[in-house]
């Protein structure tokens, strides 16, 4: 079984940076971030590799946010996000696939790939 934990939202003003941690036990491989901006559907963020020699994002977050992970102990990802807008409010979510695939882009950024998830961090930027 495996158990996936989020951290370090809040509430902050545009241009601040927030680094949302999230731990997950268990076996893992891939990992992601998504979010769930108010009235919309939840979308893709970003995933990185089991190894991390490999990451994805949403195009039009890339150059802003950041995804690393530390697999010393328990698997952690962390998702450093620089000059946050009020668009960036939302949800969001880390999610662990614990199965070892490797493919393309089409399968990280897919929600289906993910058979665990935490219960989400709220992120608030405010104007």
């Known amino acids: 079984q495996v158990h996936v934990v989020e951290s370090g939202g809040g509430s902050v003003q545009s241009g601040d940076s927030l680094r949302l941690s999230c731990v997950a036990s268990?076996?893992?491989?891939?990992m992601a971030w998504f979010r769930h901006p108010p009235g919309d559907s939840r979308e893709f963020v970003a995933a990185i590799t089991w190894g991390g020699d490999e990451t994805f994002y949403k195009y039009s977050l890339e150059g802003r946010f950041t995804i690393s992970r530390d697999n010393a102990e328990n698997t952690m990802v962390f998702l450093q996000m620089n000059d946050l807008i009020p668009e960036d409010t939302a949800t969001y979510y880390c999610a662990a696939d614990s199965n070892l695939v490797y493919s393309g882009r089409h399968y990280y950024i897919s929600e289906n790939s993910y058979d665990y998830w935490g219960q989400g961090t709220q992120v608030t930027v405010s104007s």
């Open positions: 268990g076996r893992t491989f891939a």
